[in-house]
């Protein structure tokens, strides 16, 4: 099992932007697809981003298309989410996930999770 720790959020302005990164650790972190989703008080978990084991194949919500780019540097165990041009309706705790090998948009194909790191954008 690879553990997760994500950091990088905190209290912007709309049309601010932040980076999110996720640093794994216990396994080899080339093995997984990655996956960052949201949470909003009262909603349901949300799929942001996915991207495969190399970096080569992303996919992206509708909701961040253009806005939001997800990234991975392999030799540092590390996943990152670019966020520009922030919303409020972006306000949400954001976790990154571990996938082995398969890219998946649902959450529930992922086993592997961070604590999160919350993310607030005010207007």
């Known amino acids: 099992q690879v553990q997760l720790v994500e950091s990088g959020g905190g209290l912007v302005q709309a049309g601010d932007s932040l980076r999110l990164s996720c640093a794994a650790s216990?396994?080899?972190?080339?093995?997984?697809?990655m996956g960052w989703f949201r949470q909003a008080p009262g909603k349901e978990r949300e799929f942001v981003a996915t991207?495969?084991?190399?970096?080569?194949?992303?996919h992206y919500a509708d909701s961040v298309k253009g806005r939001f780019t997800i990234s991975r540097d392999n030799a540092k165990n590390t996943v990152y989410l670019q966020m520009n041009s922030l919303k409020p309706e972006d306000t949400a705790v954001y976790y990154c996930?571990?996938?082995?090998?398969?890219?998946?948009?649902?959450?529930?194909?992922?086993?592997?999770w961070g604590q999160g790191t919350q993310v607030t954008v005010s207007s």
């Open positions: 991207i495969s084991t190399s970096g080569g194949n992303t």
């Open positions: 216990g396994r080899a972190f080339s093995s997984y697809a």
């Open positions: 996930a571990a996938n082995n090998y398969i890219v998946a948009t649902n959450a529930h194909e992922y086993d592997n």
